[in-house]
């Protein structure tokens, strides 16, 4: 199949892509060249054969180009991380730039349209088992603004077959957002925030590639959303044990209350994003140590086989021998 995938030099975006390559599929992949680890994917993307189209979904002229000729569209491109930016940022770039994908792709003839959304959409939500008909309750501006997309995405299914997925914590090779968690555990260094006790419920980014694919194929996957998350749920606790054994660490880690790093990260972001400024810290980054997940998957296996093979304990195993491969780990 010609398949197109936005966001496609992102971590998410670029193992989907490399594993549609593998197969025989023709990429398309849509993106930008940010920062070293995009321009590192674009770079190993030209090399297996996908061809680039560097560009924003802001721009209608750009995204009428990418859909051109494309079966399956995968929708991943995202303003999620950026914090020394407005609102509108994200408003233009997760509601706005999704509408411009959704009409180029409806006006391509486009088979199928996969719009990646978030868990972000549930908001704080703890307690109890989140599965697709838990009201979302999205409590900053990207969670509210992915909804939104979501949201509007889905209104086009009468036009174009189009699938949300909710996608849980992503990890695994060339994840660079982790890398950091990784890197202070084997350092010693790591701070953990509150008392880990809240939930994850990570997936290894080679499971998530994998159900991308089959909610794409899937008929009764259409006009609706799915939660695709791994399929153990862990507190930051055992997550952490599990990385630091992994790198052949002990696993203590220094301890700090929650509430001076709350209100040092609402200092930060109150006083430096109006000027533009990335805070060193912000209220976002406080949610690994604060919001609590715990997920069924359940409706996703039954509708299109989803079942997720990775352990956390695998997964990580893989992660760090390709970071010690690519040089970001010491062996």
């Known amino acids: 199949m010609q398949v197109l995938v936005t966001g496609g030099t992102g971590f998410i975006g670029s193992r989907l892509a490399l594993r549609l390559l593998r197969e025989g599929h023709k990429v398309r992949v849509m993106g ?7 321009e590192e994917n674009r770079a190993l993307l030209e090399r297996e054969g996908s061809e680039i189209m560097l560009g924003s979904v802001t721009d209608a002229q750009v995204t009428a180009a990418v859909t051109r000729d494309v079966e399956v569209v995968f929708h991943l491109a995202a303003a999620q991380h950026e914090m020394g930016v407005l609102d509108s940022h994200f408003s233009n770039v997760n509601v706005e730039g999704t509408r411009r994908v959704l009409e180029a792709a409806a006006g391509a003839g486009v088979r199928r349209f996969v719009h990646g959304s978030t868990i972000g959409v549930y908001g704080s939500a703890v307690g109890g088992e989140i599965d697709e008909s838990t009201p979302a309750a999205p409590d900053n501006i990207y969670g509210t603004t992915k909804y939104e997309g979501e949201k509007l995405a889905l209104s086009w299914n009468a036009r174009l077959p189009v699938t949300a997925v909710r996608i849980s914590e992503t990890y695994g090779p060339s994840d660079r957002r982790l890398l950091k968690l990784f890197k202070a555990i ?16 990570p997936i290894y980014v080679d499971d998530l590639a994998e159900g991308l694919w089959q909610a794409a194929l899937s008929d009764e996957a259409r006009g609706k959303a799915w939660i695709l998350a791994g399929a153990e749920a862990l507190t930051t606790n055992q997550m952490v044990l599990t990385i630091a054994r992994t790198l052949g660490h002990s696993g203590r880690v220094l301890r700090a209350p929650m509430w001076p790093f709350m209100a040092a990260a609402a200092a930060c972001e109150y006083t430096l994003r109006p000027v533009g400024i990335q805070p060193p810290i912000h209220r976002r980054r406080m949610d690994f140590f604060r919001k609590s997940y715990r997920f069924s998957i359940l409706n996703a296996r039954g509708a299109f086989g989803f079942d997720p093979q990775t352990s956390f304990e695998e997964g990580v195993a893989r992660t760090v021998e390709w970071y010690r491969w690519h040089g970001d780990l010491q062996g």
Do not use: C, P, R, Y
């Open 32 to 38: 930008l060249g940010n920062n070293s680890a995009e």
């Open 186 to 201: 084997q350092k010693g260094m790591f701070i953990m925030i509150g008392q880990g006790i809240n939930h994850h419920q």
